[in-house]
């Protein structure tokens, strides 16, 4: 069974930045098309932004311009880069497969807060 685990989350001040990495313990990573989705205290998980098995990016309209995806298949390895940060985007971050209905297991997220 494939593990995901993500990490990189904090505290930051609005405006501020943060880098999160999602480590995938497949060897098949590099086929699946990844994405990044975030699930805020009393909502929904919503997906952020995604990166296909070839390298294209596509983000919610809430981060773009914002935030950068892209992965790293030697590492199988993909990240989130975060910036000019928002109280609105405090959540709890997962990555997964993006497109199609299958999921691995969802790993324990990284929580971020973004607060003065």
């Known amino acids: 069974q494939v593990q995901l685990v993500e990490s990189g989350g904090g505290l930051v001040q609005p405006g501020g930045s943060l880098n999160l990495s999602c480590a995938a313990s497949?060897?098949?990573?590099?086929?699946?098309?990844m994405g990044w989705y975030r699930q805020a205290p009393g909502k929904q998980r919503e997906w952020v932004a995604g990166v296909t098995s070839r390298g294209s990016t596509n983000y919610a309209d809430a981060v773009k311009g914002r935030f950068t995806i892209s992965r790293d298949n030697a590492k199988n390895t993909v990240y989130l880069q975060m910036n000019s940060l928002k109280p609105e985007d405090t959540a709890v971050y997962y990555c997964?497969?993006?497109?199609?209905?299958?999921?691995?297991?969802w790993g324990q997220g990284t929580e971020v807060t973004v607060s003065s």
């Open positions: 997964n497969i993006q497109g199609g209905t299958f999921r691995w297991n």
């Open positions: 497949t060897t098949i990573f590099s086929i699946y098309g």
